[in-house]
């Protein structure tokens, strides 16, 4: 059986018209754009407890050199779609598949051998070893790849070059999630998933963080953001899924989702239409 | 972070409270007795003193005893109360005296079912009385090979604890296992017959244990904790299973190995070898010498190496570890043998310094466990400097309090510690945001 989306329950544009928020809803789309996708999700059932469900047949893929952000309300699944990708939650049905591999329920350390990398929200450094001891933790894998990796991920944030013997446990906030973007990009994974990288930060630090990671986009990682900072994420962002109750309600490029009106009126507020 | 610290003090303070009350009551129910052997002082030997009469009075008792061939008497006074013992001067040998003349009648309290020694001093004390210097060097000494054996088992007490989040009650049990099999190995006394065995030289029977202590380790995780961790059983139900364990081990070995202390052959009675002030065996300070190795080399090995970085990652988040690419039931499994070798080690140590008995690593459960959470809870380093001012503490504090109350102090500074430093004393505050 196809899952229902764009279903009459569900919230809809008026905009059918050009080929806008719209189109992201039919499966046929998703089915012809995903053709040549780097990392792929399909129908992807997933949840935390037996039974309650988060993600209910979600369908997403990323492109090569792809900067994709995901927003939507509080409890859409939007870290559960990361952590189900990531193998860090399981997969009750659907398939996700990295250039046509199929690694649906695979554990997360095979995946970071497989180049993707993931950051999550919150805890993400170990504080009690040093700067440099958290980057080497990233490619534990591949203790050879270090000295090459380190000089790209200091030339991305300088200050953890200088600061390499200190306690992460001592950084702040900002700095902390600079380690941790630091330490899952040192495997060079070809994808990186960012766990609401701008939670918590103050409005400069977070600007930092989108700058930083457009900057890694183009250096030539595909990146997948998932954002509560919806209006600046999709300012960023080659692409937008909007997600709702466990679904894609929407797809399109950031500029058409920000200036979607009933994107606006759901998830953006208001505010952003002055 | 601080408040699940907290929390899981408290939880291990209670239910060791609960452990050690289910581990008391050993007691044997026999008739009480007064007892004692008399022997004269005489150039730096001691001497029997047969035919010297004692008097034992009190509630229902009357009775005087005969001292025989070897010096010793005995009185049943047949039920527990405070009994007043006389030696009568007049019915010793010429030239035999008390060594205080007006301390010839003790009062004595018995209690129940004890076997109550007196003992009257005679001829002129051949003891060399120490100075107070002398004394706190001399246990010093002591103190510090008894903190170093207590850090070479509470490290792998922090390691598990600060990889798994278990807090071992059965961690004693791996130290008593270790005395207990290198006891067995090297005498041969097995538990089970094994036909032409006759035990084998002591270093090649502490290689073996620590073998089987590694395998002991692994069978540890791989059988019981790893597959309690996979179903997600709670912290607080993993401690009860734990308690459980030691439980059974404990008991387990005191009908393999008996309730009697024993001693290694090997080590028995060596003579102390002076430095300064410090009398002690060649043994002893062999023992410490590997145990300072033993820990550097921890320490490095945590420090330094991948797999350290990556079992103090662990430590950190396994969660995060394990998204890093790093196997984390592999490093599990790695602290578990390491950590039961550590334990054995520790345990042929204090086998060897002060005998072997079914409940050693019992014993020292208490003082690992402050150790570990004086040094800061999880972090292998604070475990060992909190072994070492714990053994210290408990040793060098005979000089002022009761032989008895020893590890009442050492928990006394726990908990001052604590109340000045909630992290213990290297864990660090982490900054919050």
């Known amino acids: 059986m196809t899952t229902q989306q764009g279903s009459d329950d569900r919230p809809r544009t008026d905009s059918g018209t050009e080929a806008g928020a719209d189109s992201g809803t039919d499966r046929g789309v998703h089915e012809r754009a995903a053709g040549n996708a780097l990392l792929r999700a399909d129908e992807v059932i997933a949840g935390y407890v037996p039974g309650v469900n988060i993600l209910n047949g979600c369908d997403f893929y990323v492109d090569d050199g792809e900067l994709v952000g995901i927003i939507g309300p509080n409890g859409a699944g939007k870290s559960t779609l990361l952590k189900a990708i990531f193998g860090l939650i399981k997969v009750s049905s659907g398939t996700i598949t990295l250039r046509g591999e199929d690694i649906t329920g695979q554990k997360a350390n095979q995946l970071v051998t497989k180049g993707v990398g993931f950051v999550p929200q919150t805890n993400n450094v170990f504080p009690s070893l040093t700067i440099e001891e958290n980057l080497q933790m990233g490619v534990f894998q591949a203790p050879k790849k270090f000295k090459q990796s380190f000089e790209f991920v200091t030339g991305l944030f300088p200050a953890l070059g200088d600061r390499r013997a200190q306690r992460a446990g001592s950084l702040s906030g900002g700095e902390r999630q600079m380690v941790a973007m630091g330490r899952a990009l040192m495997m060079e994974p070809s994808v990186l998933l960012l766990d609401e990288p701008s939670a918590g930060l103050s409005p400069a630090l977070q600007d930092e963080v989108f700058v930083r990671t457009r900057q890694i986009n183009r250096a030539g990682v595909s990146v997948i953001m998932v954002e509560q900072n919806a209006r600046r994420c999709l300012q960023i962002c080659d692409r937008g899924y909007v997600l709702d109750q466990g679904r894609n309600a929407y797809t399109a490029s950031g500029k058409d989702l920000s200036n979607d009106p009933k994107v606006i009126e759901l998830y953006l507020g208001t505010l952003a239409k002055a | ?433």
């Open chain 2, 1 to 433: 972070m601080r408040r699940r610290v907290a929390v899981a003090l408290a939880t291990m303070m209670s239910a060791l409270v609960c452990v050690l009350g289910l581990g008391a009551g050993v007691a044997h129910a026999e008739g009480e007795s007064i007892f004692g052997f008399l022997r004269n002082a005489k150039g730096g030997d001691l001497v029997p003193v047969e035919g010297a009469k004692i008097t034992v009075k009190g509630p229902g008792v009357n009775e005087t005893a005969t001292t025989d061939d070897t010096g010793r008497w005995t009185v049943e006074v047949g039920k527990p109360g405070t009994y007043t013992v006389t030696i009568d001067q007049k019915s010793l040998p010429k030239g035999v005296t008390l060594r205080n003349p007006d301390a010839d009648s003790l009062k004595v309290p018995v209690v129940e079912s004890q076997d109550k020694p007196v003992l009257f001093a005679l001829g002129k004390s051949t003891r060399v009385i120490q100075s107070k210097w002398a004394q706190a060097a001399q246990l010093s000494a002591e103190g510090l090979r008894f903190g170093l054996i207590i850090a070479l088992a509470a490290v792998g007490l922090s390691l598990i604890f600060g990889t798994t989040g278990l807090t071992n009650f059965s961690h004693g049990e791996l130290v008593t296992l270790g005395a207990i099999i290198a006891w067995w190995v090297s005498t041969g006394n097995l538990p089970l017959s094994l036909p032409g065995y006759g035990g084998v030289n002591f270093l090649v029977a502490a290689a073996i244990t620590l073998a089987i202590m590694g395998l002991i380790g692994w069978a540890n995780d791989a059988r019981l904790w790893g597959p309690l961790r996979r179903r997600g059983t709670g912290l607080i139900a993993a401690m009860i299973v734990s308690i459980g364990l030691s439980l059974l081990l404990r008991y387990l070995l005191l009908y393999l190995f008996s309730g009697s202390s024993r001693a290694y052959p090997a080590y028995r009675g060596q003579k102390g070898v002076d430095i300064g002030p410090i009398t002690l065996s060649p043994a002893d300070y062999i023992s410490m010498a590997i145990a300072i190795v033993v820990l550097m080399a921890v320490a490095y090995a945590l420090l330094r190496t991948r797999l350290g970085k990556a079992t103090r990652a662990v430590s950190d988040n396994p969660a995060l570890a394990s998204a890093s690419g790093i196997d984390v039931d592999g490093v599990i499994r790695t602290v578990w043998i390491a950590g039961s070798m550590l334990a054995g080690l520790a345990g042929i140590l204090l086998g060897i310094a002060q005998g072997i008995n079914f409940q050693i690593g019992f014993q020292i459960l208490l003082l690992m466990f402050a150790a570990v959470t004086l040094g800061g809870l999880g972090t292998a380093f604070g475990a060992l400097v909190g072994s070492i001012v714990v053994g210290m503490f408990v040793t060098v504090s005979t000089l002022v309090i009761p032989a008895e109350l020893k590890n009442v102090g050492a928990l006394g500074i726990l908990i001052i510690i604590l109340l000045v430093r909630p992290q213990g004393i290297l864990g660090r505050a982490e900054r919050v945001g």
